[in-house]
């Protein structure tokens, strides 16, 4: 039977803050405008790509537009086998389940996290190694406070089916990094060796806000890793951390 290591209620509202927060900053960052209005639906996939693509580089949409493409017709044709334009949709569900959380709209949050795992799942039933979807059932689980053997099973089919790519990778890290301590010994090495070779690879930014996310229990863990990498990676990282504020 899986134990569950629930966060205590009291700490529950910052915790579901902190876990929501690292899956959006992982996926956008800018304001575009976009529309998809009665286009054929070969076209409305190839427009959702587009806005995966967009999405994926860290851009993202104005509320009003992203809830526009979530409820218009276009989207309402798209299958499951669609997996662009399906996960188009759930890159621009998350800023809204965010706001909601923001501004204390406990139902319209419940019905965002619902839709986003209601997602993923139908993405799964057809590409059953979307690395991409796993991550966001993990991350829903995180963010509902669950860190049992069942949610690190998600995040290892993260791993299992996209090990080395690197936009999985960063959004992987802003997800992980935060829950390291709670993680089997096995998954934990996963987390901090993506960590450490991000920064290895130069993409050190999201590690750095990853990091500044952690708690000083896992930060000195993590701090271990940044040690036994080369000079100037540590170097790279500190400067990161520095233009972060920290």
């Known amino acids: 039977m899986n134990r569950v290591r629930a966060v205590p209620e009291k700490q529950n509202g910052s915790w579901r803050v902190v876990a929501l927060r690292s899956l959006i900053v992982a996926v956008c960052a800018g304001s575009l405008g976009w529309a998809v209005v009665g286009t054929p639906r070969s076209e409305a996939v190839d427009e959702f790509r587009l806005v ?5 580089q860290f851009a993202s949409f104005h509320p009003t537009t992203a809830v526009a493409a979530l409820t218009g017709a276009t989207a309402a044709e798209i299958t499951p086998c669609d997996t662009h334009a399906m996960r188009a949709l759930l890159l621009l569900e998350i800023p809204l389940a965010d706001a909601a959380l923001r501004s ?13 795992q209601s997602r993923a799942r139908e993405i799964l039933s057809c590409s059953p190694r979307d690395s991409f979807a796993w991550l966001i059932l993990f991350g829903a689980a995180t963010q509902h406070g669950k860190l049992d053997e069942h949610t690190f099973d998600l995040l290892t089919m993260s791993y ?3 090990p080395n790519e690197a936009w999985i990778g ?6 992980a990094t935060p829950v390291v301590l709670s993680a089997p010994k096995m998954i934990q090495d996963r987390i901090l060796t993506e960590f450490q070779n991000l920064i290895r690879d130069t993409l050190v930014e999201m590690p750095a806000r990853a990091y500044l996310r952690a708690s000083a229990p896992a930060r000195a863990l993590l701090q271990s890793r940044i040690q036994a ?3 100037l990676s540590q170097k790279r990282f500190s400067d990161a951390l520095h233009q972060l504020g920290a």
């Open 52 to 56: 995966e693509t967009n999405l994926l």
């Open 104 to 116: 204390g709209a406990v139902g319209e949050f419940d019905k965002r996290t619902d839709s986003l």
């Open 160 to 162: 299992e089916s996209s």
């Open 170 to 175: 960063i959004r992987r890290t802003m997800l």
């Open 229 to 231: 990498l080369d000079p």
